[in-house]
């Protein structure tokens, strides 16, 4: 019966990893994948040690450290004491359970969804979790990849599976050709600005059309990083050639042979024609232009020529109380213009946007200009990989020479969780994918940007529209 | 785990809609390797000033609201980020029960794992016991997780929908890991199959 109703991609996999379907619906889902970092990690180990458990399947468990770490003189250890000890923590639990571990001074170290995809351990077809709700980045591969909390990675380290009930389908679809100056962050804030942070609540995106098609594996992920932005549970494109191509050669996916018949069942996975989706959703490439956020959640976005929304012209009283709350902690003024507002950080990185094409569009903005007078600019490539890849091709001359940090990989600003942070009221246009109030410090504000347009915002220490600068 | 049965407590009104997880507990918290002492800073930045001092008209630091065991809540609560750490300083506070419109879903399946009940009700419902709320320690709400009801302070029943399986696992306390091992020969079978259909999966060693 299964086999003759189309289905979608995400139906296709979530089918092909259903080890067992309970009566009331759940079904025991097989997990192929388990990424582990030290935040979300030590209580499940400590939980599996009481319970005299091991782990499963540890050649299909990776861990690294990456969300408190220091993003400078790594080398003479770390200096936070309690940072310190989930890093030991972690070193011990992998040792001692056998799990394959990435130590923070190798090249292969990075944010774990920056490296998953890197090293060829994210692949097609897969199930993949991780203890954090950006695992939703894997899902441009065309895998299912989503977030989980501590109880469910002590789940999946002791029997590989989670207990899930399938979510609903949703369809986004971007049709034409993106204008100059915008890019994948773009298309996802302009999503999250037309369906909203709970928009996609209890489904799993799928991103097409020829605007999705058109992007490279790098923007695919930036677009399914901020599937959870949105509320959705994952996000997932197609996988097709350009995503066959980023495969080949990673050191983690099949080979020769092995990589050709991994294809043939790769090519199965698109949506069947005619497969149904609860929700389907359409936006137009070409009327997106470059977005930052005002507020403090993801949806509080505007195109950047825009202006500072006033709460007083919202009918909801609840509504209008949440956007008087945003303006007042972002210290705006109703009708103020975007491009008006002062910079003083500026946050490139993070597993939204810390891949080698995102330092490379900073990069581009930045060349034969300066960071503006008392603007601190930042630089955290996503993984030593990045890192590396950025200092053979000298860009990272050209982003010093601007006067840009350039500094090691690891989550940083994002959260703050290490010593990068922000401080009370100080206003950073960042790369990341959370402008919560106090997300990357205490009482620090936050304007989400493409990468192109966090550089435009450094050279002119305002918000800055990057097609000017071209 | 422990077992949700029956709950009569103090609800706290907190009338916000996505009330994110950096709200709840931010990330300068989660630097533990333990379950327990988050409570102390449950919505730290809405409850203490920068100083660390109490801020007197968040709702936790007001009287009955002191010892809440239920909170309710307006739309999309638990937004964000996938951290237990939200539900364990929910839990390490005391609440036990959370009422809300509807719940952001990694934050839905959190609680659960913590003997939390989320419970979803249409928003005039969920306004209807603000107000109640708002009667501090004269107005006690009754959560009976067997039959489906809160009770309200005048004794009106209100009917609340939960996943069979789930209300199961939190009336009994028992752990999921336990449930799943269960079917341990299901995932060897599966393991066997995926082994012959997808060699081209390669294992991961460093």
Redesign the interface.
């Known amino acids: 019966m299964a086999e003759t109703k189309p289905r979608t991609l995400f139906d296709k996999v979530w089918d092909a990893h259903v ?2 379907q ?1 009566p ?1 619906g ?1 079904c ?1 889902l ?1 997990i ?1 994948r388990h990424l582990v970092h030290e ?2 990690s ?2 499940a180990f ?1 939980g599996l040690r009481m ?1 005299g ?1 091991k782990v499963r399947r540890p ?4 861990a690294v450290a990456d ?2 770490i220091p993003t400078m003189g790594r080398a003479n250890g770390i200096q ?1 004491e ?2 310190r ?2 890093v030991e ?1 972690l070193e011990r639990n992998v040792a001692e359970f056998g799990v ?3 130590p923070i001074l190798s090249p ?1 170290q990075g944010i774990v969804h920056i490296i998953g995809p890197e090293q060829g ?1 994210s ?1 097609p077809g ?1 199930t993949i979790v991780c ?3 950006h ?1 939703s980045t894997h899902g441009a591969m065309g895998s299912l990849a ?7 990675v ?2 999946v380290l ?4 989670l ?1 899930q ?1 399938p979510a609903k389908n949703m369809l986004v679809r971007v049709e034409g050709t993106l204008g100059a100056g915008c890019t994948a962050k773009d298309i996802v804030l302009a999503i999250i600005g037309k369906i909203g ?2 928009g996609g ?2 489904h799993v995106i799928e991103f097409a059309g020829s605007a999705i098609r058109a992007l490279d594996m790098a923007g695919r992920m930036t677009v399914c990083n901020m599937s959870i932005e949105a ?1 959705a ?1 994952a996000g997932m494109i197609a996988p097709d050639e350009t995503t066959f191509e980023y495969v080949r050669g990673k050191p ?3 080979k020769g042979e ?2 050709d ?2 294809i043939a ?1 790769w090519r199965t996975l698109p949506a069947d024609p005619g497969a149904h989706y609860d929700t389907v959703v359409e936006l137009d490439a070409a009327a997106i232009a470059p977005m930052v956020t005002w507020g403090t ?1 993801p949806e509080a976005v505007v195109p950047v020529t825009g202006t500072v929304p006033n709460p007083a012209d919202v009918a909801d009283e ?2 209008r109380a ?1 956007l008087a709350r945003m303006v007042e902690y972002m210290g705006l003024t109703p009708g103020q213009k975007m491009t008006d507002l002062k910079i003083d950080v500026v946050f490139i990185g993070s597993c939204t946007n810390g891949r080698i094409e995102d330092i490379r569009a900073a990069a581009a903005v930045a060349k034969g200009r300066r960071v503006a007078p008392g603007v601190r600019a930042m630089i955290v490539p996503g993984s030593g990989i990045v890192k590396q890849l950025a200092e053979a091709e000298g860009i990272d001359r050209i982003l010093i020479d601007a006067g840009f940090e350039w500094r090691e990989p690891g989550c940083s600003m994002c ?3 290490n010593p990068d942070k922000l401080t ?1 009221g100080q206003r950073c246009a960042s790369t990341s994918n ?1 402008n ?4 990357q410090g ?2 620090g504000r936050t304007h989400l940007v493409s990468p192109a347009m966090a550089a435009a915002a450094a050279v002119t220490g305002r918000l800055a529209d990057v097609r000017e600068l071209a | 785990m422990d077992a949700f049965t029956k709950l009569t407590g103090v609800a706290a009104p907190l009338p916000m809609a996505n009330v994110d997880t950096d709200k709840i507990i931010p990330a300068r918290f989660l630097k533990t390797i333990k379950r327990t002492g988050l409570g102390v800073h449950l919505f730290d930045t809405l409850r203490y000033d920068a100083d660390g001092k109490e801020r007197p008209e968040f709702v936790l630091n007001q009287g009955p609201y002191r010892k809440a065991e239920i909170l309710i809540a307006h739309e999309n609560f638990g937004c964000g980020s996938s951290r237990e750490h939200a539900p364990w300083a929910l839990l390490d506070f005391g609440i036990r029960c959370v009422i809300a419109p509807d719940f952001a879903d990694i934050f839905h399946n959190n609680t659960f794992k913590n003997g939390i009940l989320p419970i979803r009700l249409p928003r005039e419902i969920c306004d209807q016991l603000m107000e109640d709320a708002k009667q501090g320690d004269n107005a006690r709400l009754t959560v009976d997780l067997a039959e489906q009801v809160v009770v309200r302070p005048n004794g009106e029943k209100i009917r609340f929908e939960i996943d069979s399986f789930r209300k199961h696992l939190l009336l009994n306390g028992l752990d999921d890991i336990g449930q799943t091992l269960q079917h341990a020969p299901s995932i060897d079978s599966y393991e066997s199959k995926q082994k012959a259909e997808k060699s081209w999966m390669p294992g991961i060693s460093v």
């Open positions: 080890v067992e309970l009331d759940t025991v097989y192929d935040v979300t030590p209580q400590e319970a458990r050649d299909a468990t990776i969300h408190n936070e309690d940072s000890i989930q923590t394959p571990y990435f292969e351990i692949l897969m203890g954090d709700s695992t989503f977030g989980i909390g501590t109880s469910e002590e789940h002791a029997t590989q599976t207990l009930k942070t709970a609540t209890g509320g549970r983690f996916a099949p092995a990589l018949r991994a069942w959640n609840a509504k949440q959260l703050g969780m009370p959370r919560f109030e106090g997300r205490p009482g």
